[in-house]
């Protein structure tokens, strides 16, 4: 197992299979939000490497991806990223405040 994947390894009561998630920023925040368990800094996940990193979790054996941020929908390949994630067959659970979700992303994310 990759030391990417050891250290994305969340341990799930329910299942023996792993879940993960992606550990690098998405994007900044939009608010400082006090609850936010992400802790700030400026690096942000290139689309070219987010997609390595699902495809070392997938060859790893992991079942799902957490995305988050900052504010990941402020990430300018999110949908494209969603998609990635969701055509290798991850369970995918996303971190966000809302306050950017509009009927159109809604749509988009209704329809994954």
């Known amino acids: 197992?990759?030391?990417?994947?050891?250290?994305?390894s969340m341990v799930s009561l329910y299942t023996t299979r792993p879940l993960s998630m992606i550990a690098a920023r998405l994007a900044r925040p939009r608010q400082k939000c006090r609850f936010?368990?992400?802790p700030p800094n400026e690096n942000i996940l290139t689309f070219e490497?987010?997609?390595?990193?699902?495809d070392d979790l997938k060859q790893n054996g992991f079942?799902?991806?957490i995305l988050t941020g900052g504010e990941p929908t402020l990430y300018p390949h999110?949908?494209?990223?969603?998609?990635?994630?969701?055509?290798?067959?991850?369970v995918v659970h996303?971190?966000?405040n809302g306050t950017?979700?509009?009927?159109?992303?809604?749509?988009?994310?209704?329809?994954?």
Request: charged share 20%; glycine share 6%.
């Open 36 to 38: 936010c368990s992400n």
């Open 78 to 90: 999110f949908a494209a990223l969603l998609t990635e994630a969701k055509r290798r067959g991850f």
């Open 94 to 96: 996303l971190q966000t």
């Open 49 to 54: 490497k987010a997609k390595s990193m699902l």
């Open 1 to 8: 197992m990759s030391s990417l994947a050891r250290s994305a």
């Open 100 to 112: 950017l979700l509009d009927a159109d992303w809604a749509g988009f994310l209704a329809a994954q």
């Open 63 to 65: 079942t799902g991806v």
